[in-house]
């Protein structure tokens, strides 16, 4: 049994693709709601009107009119994903694929002609992003390769500091060295982003300068993160994401560079109030805060960070052996279990630390009671 001829009207009606039918001389006789939202037109605007309406120029409709009647159609009176140009309301021009009919009488002559047009922008927004998406891992290949050397060399030249500076330039050359190789980090880092929004096919965007938009290549943005690289033995710390606190700037530029070194995620905030807004925003694996800071102290921030993030472990440095105002003292009795005494801080002491305090399962080989790079027992704070 036929379906009614209501059906069909209601399924043109609510199509979501352009479709428009026109009498001999051209005039609008139909317009579906496809035809509305995609072309701002309302249905007063355009019935009875010329298809000039929708056409950009006169030029671009006789083109479609010409190919209908069998210059490069499907043949006579008919055209197929025929690609061609409609003007909105707003006077843009959209890019659209039509699929067409002439409709002639009993005697071969064309009384109009219908057709349905589909908004090519999405289509060709996907297969642009395909094409980007191929460059973006391509690319990303070749600099991790490029990259690949850079870190050996770093690490030779490295051997090689260690066995020919004296004390004073090693220091200094060290330093040099670790910055090269956390920027190559954070390299290595932003390709592997691309790549896995690449194959993903989701990233987010950031403005960089007024109604201007990047993508936004940071690790981690609230939702689903990049896969961190996992700790090995050489670099048991890597992976972790690490907020510093310190009002002393120099500090903490230089302890985000040896954590970088070391392979971690790090963010500094300048006081304890920025700390909250910092662990407000994202999520972290440790906090490594200064004792003494000119909004909270340490004692505080911790207190913050026990109630909201129980789970979050923190550490608490100070520059000297005495807590005058008892800071570290209340913390430990409160719970604190990391704990680091006198600036500058010992890089192997903290390392060893930021692993008691966030991977149990690995551990610096244990050194000698007395060692300087042994921390201070918790237990012995009670006579501070």
């Given amino acids: 049994m036929p379906l009614p001829v209501q059906y069909f009207q209601k399924l043109v009606e609510s199509c979501p693709d352009i479709i428009i039918s026109v009498d001999k001389h051209g005039t609008i006789t139909f317009y579906n709601d496809g035809a509305r939202q995609n072309l701002g037109f309302s249905h007063e605007e355009v019935l009875g009107k010329n298809v000039l309406e929708i056409y950009p120029t006169l030029d671009e409709a006789r083109r479609v009119m010409a190919a209908m009647r069998g210059n490069g159609g499907e ?3 008919r055209i197929r994903s025929f690609e061609t140009t409609f003007k909105t309301k707003k006077g843009e021009t959209i890019p659209v694929a039509i699929s067409a009919s002439i409709i002639y009488d009993e005697n071969d002559h064309e ?48 051997k090689y500091v260690e066995r020919v500076a004296t004390d004073e330039d090693y220091i200094v050359e060290s330093d040099r060295l670790g910055s090269v190789a956390s920027q190559v980090k954070k390299i290595q880092d932003i390709t592997a982003r691309i790549s896995q929004m690449a194959e993903e096919g989701e ?11 990047m993508t936004d290549l940071r690790i981690e943005r609230g939702g689903k993160a990049c896969e961190r690289p996992k700790p090995d033995e050489r670099y048991p710390l890597r992976g972790l994401k690490i907020l510093i606190v310190d009002d002393d700037a120099g500090i903490c ?17 300048a006081s304890g109030v920025y700390a909250i807004q910092w662990l407000e925003r994202q999520q972290f694996d440790l906090v490594l805060s200064d004792v003494v800071m000119p909004d909270i102290d340490g004692y505080q921030l911790y207190q913050h960070i026990k109630k909201k993030s129980p789970e979050l472990p923190v550490v608490l440095m100070t520059a000297f052996n005495y807590d ?14 990391g704990v680091i ?9 903290l390392k060893k630390t930021l692993l008691e305090q966030c991977r149990a399962e690995s551990r610096y080989q244990k050194q000698p009671a007395g060692s300087p790079s042994q921390p201070t027992p918790l237990s012995d704070l009670k006579n501070i």
Avoid: W
């Fill in 341 to 349: 005494f006198k600036k500058p801080v010992n890089p192997i002491l």
């Fill in 324 to 337: 005058k105002d008892h800071i570290i003292k209340r913390s430990c009795l409160e719970g604190l279990q």
């Fill in 111 to 158: 009384i109009g002609s219908i057709g349905f047009a589909k908004d090519l922008r999405d289509i060709r927004r996907r297969d642009q992003l395909v094409t980007l998406a191929e460059i973006a891992i391509g690319v990303s290949h070749e600099v991790n390769n490029s990259l690949e050397v850079l870190v050996n060399q770093i690490e030779l030249l490295q």
């Fill in 253 to 269: 530029q230089s302890l985000k560079e040896l954590l970088e070194a070391e392979g971690c995620y790090v963010e500094t905030a």
């Fill in 203 to 213: 990233y987010g965007t950031q403005e960089y300068l007024s109604g201007k938009m």
């Fill in 75 to 77: 043949g006579k009176g």
